[in-house]
């Protein structure tokens, strides 16, 4: 049985990085069958996808983040993690790692999702 | 980017209605269409994809139609187990994108 988890600290500064964990159990994020990928929700915008991390760590991210988020994976602990720098409030939500299966060009089809945590931008 | 909307935003229906919901595509994604049921404090769970395959386990009276631009979700019966938020999500072009989500209640 696939499960994903996230951890990592539920209050941030505002200027500094917000980082996060997820960790996956009953899969591997060695398979190349898979992007693991990242996407927080919101009151003020919604379900917003961040982007996605492949087994030989290449990775992909929304434009309105790019030069903001960093994505790696580490196979020998099977976990891949998120890293947003230069927080402010805006950036607080609840924030999911999700399994997307690759299905040639598509990205997009997230079948596994971790619980969520809550992130909080405040000083 | 492509801008994916949803009518209604909330409705309230009585257990056994046919309930429909809508999703309209800024522009042409064909069947790449996701729609996912969300219940309070839990993660989004899939349950169509490719605009109108039922995921294995997800219950028959849960179905979803249409290409293009314009797409439909309908719950054939509405449940009390069946009262949460769904969002449709387009995948055709990067990134992908939710809709703002329809809220479904009991009257």
């Known amino acids: 049985q696939v499960q994903l988890q996230e951890s990592g600290p539920g209050l941030v500064k505002p200027s500094q990085t917000l980082s996060l964990t997820c960790t996956v159990s009953g899969d591997s994020v060695s398979s190349g069958d898979y992007y693991w990928t990242w996407i927080r929700q919101s009151p003020v915008r919604g379900l917003e996808w961040i982007g996605y991390v492949y087994s030989n760590g290449h990775s992909y991210t929304t434009s309105s983040l790019r030069g903001r988020v960093s994505l790696s994976v580490d196979t020998s602990k099977n976990q891949f993690s998120l890293k947003l720098t230069s927080v402010t409030a805006a950036d607080t939500a609840v924030y999911f790692c999700?399994?997307?299966?690759?299905?040639?060009?598509?990205?997009?089809?997230?079948?596994?999702w971790g619980q969520g945590i809550l992130v909080t931008v405040s000083s | 980017d492509i801008q994916m909307t949803q009518s209604p935003s909330s409705l309230s229906a009585s257990v056994g209605d046919r309930v429909t919901i809508t999703c309209q595509a800024s522009r042409d994604i064909s069947n790449s269409l996701n729609w996912f049921q969300q219940k309070p404090g839990t993660a989004p769970k899939l349950l169509i994809h490719?605009?109108?395959s039922l995921e294995t386990g997800v219950p028959s009276r849960f179905s979803g139609s249409g290409s293009g631009t314009d797409f439909a979700f309908t719950i054939s019966s509405l449940q009390p187990e069946d009262v949460a938020t769904y969002y449709c999500q387009q995948y055709d072009i990067l990134p992908p994108r939710f809709g703002p989500g329809t809220k479904v209640d009991l009257k």
């Open positions: 490719d605009s109108s």
């Open positions: 999700a399994r997307d299966p690759v299905r040639g060009q598509l990205v997009g089809s997230f079948d596994y």
